[in-house]
């Protein structure tokens, strides 16, 4: 994986072509940690090379399985004894880390895991997470910044209603009700394609889920979980970026291994703003107007407009004919980007969580700072349609989301290079 490094991003190529997507990092992630469930070897494939992959290969390692990754495939053995641990030097490089609670709990009976915190989106807090696993018999006390967990009789299955539904409470309640006591109820879940994929891993592990992709998930624990083989979800945010690419650069991507259906409201205000969208059984193809028009968009849970496609859209709008309002609804410091933007000439103003969008004619090449993967992801779009060079820098961020960005847009015919920089500070923890 590459160190310190920039992104140089020469504007004004359309992208033409067709790019493949691969695995969803945020359902490998989650299916990585349901190894921990029962012992066994695993194997996940289409999964993403991304530093967060690596980073939770390092989580599991800690814990005690041991991995093996090549050629997009993942082979994970878990062994019988667990190290119910998960440090903070792990954590505070990947939040995600916090999804091994729930199996780790229900697995071992106890979980050491740091407290991750806030992080470049804002505050993160994990409570919904901890209520619910409370409601299935787990008690919680934090030690020195880290979350002492335990549930020495067992998890047992319980009603949780979350007040707002969380992908990661939802995975957590998930993960723990698969081997839990009983029948366990999440109301308000999260309605993500990535928990539906979760679901499906457990079930082929033995678990009986009922619900997955509604508002109340229905789980069984069983005893008797085994090791399986499963094929990781396409990434929706990977696709949704390259379709963003395409329509930015007024260019012809065809995106393939993708699920347009998981796109359905983001493909909806592409063409809303002007881009010519087809879509198949697991391809789409984005057509970019010379000028895009403006459109407005809140982002919200699935099956809402994905907040990790707002950034790459409001690069887009920048540069519309006229006025756009966007309202991010899931975090409170999402927004903290839009001064890199301003600084290649996009006329944006924040207000609490709105973005007023006024359009400019062009935006210029300039250095710019990726304050994480999304921001970074909207900001080498946005080089692609600036007049001369943008130098891309916080580059880890995007190589914790992206497998060869750079590599896959040459291939569309943009020109971008990876070059080393200067040192440019640690990474973030989304
Ligand atoms: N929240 C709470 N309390 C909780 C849990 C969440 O207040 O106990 C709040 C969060 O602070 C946030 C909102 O609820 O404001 C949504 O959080 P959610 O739990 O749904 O998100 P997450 O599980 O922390 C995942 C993805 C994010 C993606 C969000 C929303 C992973 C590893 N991360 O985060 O992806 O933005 O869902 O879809 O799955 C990314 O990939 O770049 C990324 C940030």
Redesign the pocket.
Known sequence: MPGVAELVVEGGHPLRGTVGVLGA???A??EMAAALLAPGRYVLTNVPRIL?VELMIDVLEHIGARCHFEDHRLQIVVPDELNPEAPIDLVRK???S??VLGPLLARCGEARVALPGGDD???????????GLERMGATFELVHGVLVGRAGDGLRGAEVE??????????NLLLAGSLAKGETVIVNA?R?P?IVDLAAMLTSMGAAVEGAGTAIVRVTGSPGLQATTHRVVPDR?EAGTYAIAGAITAGDVTVTGCHPEHLRMELAKLEAAGAVVDRGDGWLRVRGPDRPRPVDFATL??PGF???LQPPMVALLSVADGTSVVTEN???ARFRYVGELARMGADIVTEWQHAVIRGVERLSGCPVLAP???AGAALVLAGLRAEGITAVTGVQHID??YEDLEGKIRSLGGRIERRDAPGDGPGSR?
Do not use: C, Q, W
């Open positions: 990092k945020n359902a992630l989650k967060d990947m939040r995600a916090i999804v989106l804002g505050a993160r807090p994990i409570d919904m997470h901890l209520d979350l007040p707002f539904p969380s992908v990661g409470a939802t995975e999260a993500e990535e945010i849970p699935y994905h907040t990790d899931l975090y409170d994480d993967i999304r914790r989301g989304d």
